[in-house]
C-alpha cells in the first residue's frame, strides 16, 4: 500500500491536512501551497491545497495532485528523527513540479 492511497483523490481542505497530522499512517503533513475555493456539495468557502509534504518515520515525500490523482514528485529515506534536508528537498521538488517550465514538463 502506498503512502497516497490514504489521500482522497482530489485536493485536500486544510482541516483534511489538520486531520491526516492526527492519523498514524503520518508523522507530519504539510501543505505547500494553498488556495481558496468553494466546496461543490454546500457552496461553502474553502482552502484546499494540491501540494504536500509527508513525513513518516522512515522516510519523507514531495506530492502533487494532478488530473488523475495525486503524483510522488521526490521522496527521501530518513534514518533518525532529523528530517529538516528530507523535507527541503520535498518541498523544492513540489515547488519544481508546480512550476511551468522544462524541468516539471520532464518529470511528467
Known sequence: ?????SLPD??????????????DAFDLVVPVERE???RAEDNEPVVVTESLVLAASSWV??????DDGWRVVESVGVE??????AM?????????????????????
Do not use: F
Not at 61 to 66: F, T
Not at 80 to 85: L, Y
Open 61 to 66: 515525500k514531495g506530492a502533487v495532485h494532478e
Open 36 to 38: 481558496e475555493a468553494v
Open 10 to 23: 482530489r485536493p485536500l481542505t486544510t482541516d483534511e491536512v489538520a486531520a491526516l497530522n492526527d492519523a
Open 1 to 5: 500500500m502506498s503512502a497516497l492511497s
Open 88 to 108: 527541503m528537498a520535498c518541498e523544492a521538488a513540489v515547488e519544481d513540479a508546480l512550476k511551468p517550465g522544462e524541468r516539471a514538463d520532464e518529470a511528467r
Open 80 to 85: 533518525g528523527e532529523d528530517r529538516t534536508e
